[in-house]
């Protein structure tokens, strides 16, 4: 399994995604990591608040998709052996850059 985990250490680096709910409601959400496993990209994300904030300490994990336009989507993972990986994957990810006050690169 070729897996590799990115870590959003430069707060000024943040890159932010505006994505659309299933009612059209915008949304942003800050990228704290990105994980790629077996090819497949997946993104931890943070909900910002109206100020720019992160809204809380949860996040969300969504999974990078080509669609027929060459465009990148991020779909929720549906299957969900395939959610709880890569949840463990970020979430051992994070506890180690608590631990170590940073992540390997």
């Known amino acids: 399994m070729d897996n590799e985990n990115k870590f959003n250490e430069d707060f000024f680096d943040a890159e932010v995604f505006t994505l659309t709910d299933e009612e059209g409601n915008e949304l942003q959400f800050e990228q704290i990591a990105i994980c790629e496993v077996d090819g497949t990209l997946y993104h931890a994300l943070v909900p910002l608040d109206e100020e720019g904030g992160a809204d809380g300490e949860e996040y969300v994990i969504l999974k990078s998709f080509i669609d027929e336009d ?9 299957d969900d052996e395939e959610f709880d990986k890569i949840a463990d994957m970020f979430e051992d990810s994070f506890a180690e850059m608590d631990y170590d006050g940073a992540s390997e690169e």
């Open 70 to 78: 060459g465009e990148e989507v991020l779909i929720t993972i549906e």
